[in-house]
């Protein structure tokens, strides 16, 4: 208690606070790559120490770290690049077609007069407007142009922030891969020395419900971009192996699959397959439904020692929290609150 209680001790305490306060407050604009780059290092970290043992120890000490890093990035950024360029040429083609057909017109399409109680007057307002030559280039031109100066500064914004973050997250992993050995066994011994066994085996948990959700990220894309992919050939959709690995890849993210859907039944709906655009629309929020409301939860449980409703309510509430991130942080949360509730009851029963 003298310890504590003493000047010398109290204001090393404080120093120590404020220079960690000012630490991190320095490293803030880093910290989201940061978590981003522990996630994938964790994630691929067994893969990463049995190429490790076969290897040299020169290699692995070098080369190694930075082969993984840059084959990491190429699998993350690389579908993530591919399935941005299809929706952004599809976007392009529709711009082009919309702007040839405005030279003479646009005609309502034919499954507009047959909607219910209001097809008839949807097909008198379209034809008032963009059924007319030059139609939809009127409508393009009552834009304010600040609106239109913010938005593009608003996009450019958005472009080059990711990309700081992609590329200081390669740094990064890099590094952890590098010194990831030895930084994890001083994590580890400090764990234990400090919480002993349980907090060694709370590491454990928070490891595997990491890796359980990137695993089932995975597999929920694979599936839902071969089944989509097939009603989409089924369907007749233009480029059908594009659009369902474009639909694979954003349906490892909650709700994001919604959109590759809905840019089909788009097009689908612009060459006027109206029954085409229902199906596709129905299949694929159902499946995407269906994964990710219980295949990923499912998938996530058998991996990260969660129930059901735990890997649910993680990866859900982690999203509206966390964003993206949240993907991951929110299941650790849960499996590390599950475990900590579960021991206090238990140690409430041996009392």
């Not at 407050?25 to 996630?39: C, D, K, N, Q």
């Not at 890099?174 to 349980?198: K, M, Y």
Request: aromatic share 12%; glycine share 10%; with cysteine.
């Amino acid at each position: 208690m003298s310890n504590w209680l003493s000047p010398s001790f109290n204001s090393r305490r404080i120093a120590a606070f404020l220079l960690l306060g000012l630490a991190l407050w320095l490293i803030r604009s880093f910290v989201v790559p940061i978590v981003w780059a522990t996630i994938f290092a964790v994630a691929n970290w067994p893969l990463y120490r049995r190429t490790v043992r076969r290897c040299s120890v020169s290699l692995s000490a070098h080369i190694l770290p930075l082969l993984f890093a840059a084959l990491i990035t190429l699998l993350v950024l690389g579908p993530v690049v591919f399935a941005c360029g299809v929706l952004a040429e599809q976007a392009q083609d529709w711009l082009t077609e919309f702007a040839a057909l405005d030279q003479r017109g646009i005609p309502a399409p034919s499954w507009m007069g047959d909607l219910p109680l209001v097809g008839r007057r949807l097909m008198e307002v379209w034809n008032s407007g963009a059924g007319v030559p030059g139609g939809l280039s009127a409508w393009f031109s009552r834009a304010d142009a600040g609106s239109l100066m913010r938005r593009a500064q608003f996009v450019g914004q958005f472009v080059a922030y990711h990309a700081f973050v992609a590329a200081f997250t390669v740094i990064v992993l890099f590094t952890l891969f590098r010194h990831g050995e030895s930084l994890a066994g001083l994590l580890a011994r400090r764990f234990g020395e400090r919480f002993g066994a349980p907090g060694i085996r709370y590491i454990g948990i928070a490891v595997a419900a990491l890796r359980a959700t990137a695993n089932s990220m995975f597999l929920v894309g694979l599936i839902d971009g071969v089944s989509l992919g097939i009603a989409y050939a089924l369907a007749h959709v233009p480029s059908p192996v594009a659009w369902g690995a474009v639909t694979g890849i954003l349906a490892m993210f909650p709700f994001l699959g919604y959109c590759a859907v809905a840019a089909v039944c788009m097009d689908l709906l612009a060459h006027d397959s109206a029954w085409s655009a229902m199906s596709i629309g129905i299949a694929g929020i159902a499946v995407l439904f269906v994964s990710d409301k219980f295949v990923r939860p499912t998938l996530m449980a058998q991996g990260a020692r969660l129930n059901f409703m735990g890997a649910l309510v993680g990866t859900l509430g982690g999203l509206e929290t966390f964003g993206l991130l949240g993907v991951f942080i929110g299941p650790v949360v849960i499996a590390l609150g599950e475990a900590i509730c579960e021991e206090w009851l238990r140690s409430d029963q041996k009392t």
